[in-house]
């Protein structure tokens, strides 16, 4: 069975990251590799497979033979002016589309945008995939607009983008961040990551399916990160609240209307089963891609006590609640199906 990991990430070494971000405390890791820096802020590098040479090697102890390429949140560049934007935008483009290109058989690269300039995100959309040949799109669930408000990236304002995102047919990745400058509450507990992060992403899903978004633009095969763990649960309240107060709900369509939509899909790092199950009951299994989330200790990875990458859907599975058939699935077909338009396995092997 071959096994695609539609959800992971990859540092530059700290020699690669051009001297402007750390000058202008953008982003940076030390020489040491073992912090990464934005700012004041720090996280420690938790696992040598954050840089290329050892996530290959971790990538083949695991049995991983392709790994989706997700932007670093820290470089979606929220706030930060147009130029400075622009210049970092293209550095980690940049860096995936040579990664993709040194490594084809091993990893397809994301690439960024930053929807608060939008002509720049336009403009850069179409080099990212006419030039670097990159196919799949990754997207903040909210960015900051250029009159200070935090914006659902599915607003009315951002149709531009996902135009064009239709029109060469892409694969988007929507993935939360910044909940800490979103949410004025102390930072505790890891709560922004644990609980605000999640609701990030319902709040987009919510937005994305109320707009009807997915039959709007049928091309575009959208991901949600971390399962969408919230929205799954929260679809009965959403329901009610539309058919309850429908004055709210100017121009929208009713939240059930993309349940199991065959262009919606969802990650499977839900860290739990039970959860992966509603995931399953409520979007259906062939809407489920596998999702790791390495290496950051929220993804499944073996510094965390107990854990291992594919562990939720294991546990699923011997639970009863995943066919063998589906987990195949899972690991590859349906993460085919998501990158790329009208397209199954069997029609994929040179790369991917």
Not at 100 to 125: I, N, S, W
Request: aromatic share 12%; net charge negative.
């Amino acid at each position: 069975m071959k096994r695609i990991n539609a959800h992971g990430h990859l540092l530059p070494y700290p020699e690669e990251i051009p001297a402007f971000m750390r000058e202008q405390r953008i982003f940076w890791v030390d020489s040491d590799r073992k912090i990464m820096r934005q700012g004041d802020w720090t996280r420690p590098v938790t696992d040598p497979s954050f840089f290329l040479e050892e996530k290959l090697e971790w990538m083949a102890t695991h049995r991983i033979d392709h790994t989706v390429l997700i932007t670093l949140s820290q470089l979606y560049c929220n706030g930060l002016p147009r130029v400075q934007t622009d210049d970092v935008v293209r550095f980690q483009n940049d860096y995936h589309a040579t990664v993709q290109e040194k490594h084809p058989h091993q990893f397809t690269g994301g690439f960024v945008v930053q929807p608060a300039y939008m002509e720049d995100a336009l403009r850069e959309c179409r080099r990212c995939v006419e030039d670097l040949k990159l196919k799949v799109l990754c997207l903040p669930t909210h960015f900051l607009d250029t009159a200070g408000e935090w914006t659902t990236v599915a607003h009315p304002d951002t149709e531009p983008l996902w135009e064009l995102a239709d029109h060469y047919e892409l694969a988007v990745e929507i993935h939360p961040y910044d909940a800490e400058k979103m949410v004025r509450l102390k930072d505790q507990f890891w709560r922004f990551h644990l609980i605000w992060m999640c609701a990030q992403t319902a709040d987009a899903y919510h937005f994305y399916t109320l707009y009807n978004l997915p039959e709007r633009y049928p091309g575009v095969r959208v991901c949600f990160a971390h399962g969408n763990q919230f929205g799954q649960m929260n679809t009965g309240r959403r329901r009610q609240g539309f058919e309850g107060r429908p004055d709210l709900f100017p121009e929208a369509v009713h939240p059930d209307r993309s349940l199991g939509a065959t262009n919606v899909f969802f990650d499977t790092l839900v860290h739990d089963p039970l959860s992966l199950r509603l995931l399953i009951e409520r979007q259906g299994a062939t809407q489920i891609v596998a999702g790791l989330d390495d290496p950051y200790p929220l993804g499944e990875m073996e510094t965390v006590p107990g854990c291992y990458p594919g562990k939720v859907i294991d546990e699923t599975s011997a639970a009863g609640w995943l066919t063998e058939a589906e987990v195949s699935n899972i690991w590859c077909d349906n993460v085919l199906k998501w990158l790329y338009p009208n397209q199954t396995g069997n029609n994929r092997t040179s790369s991917t």
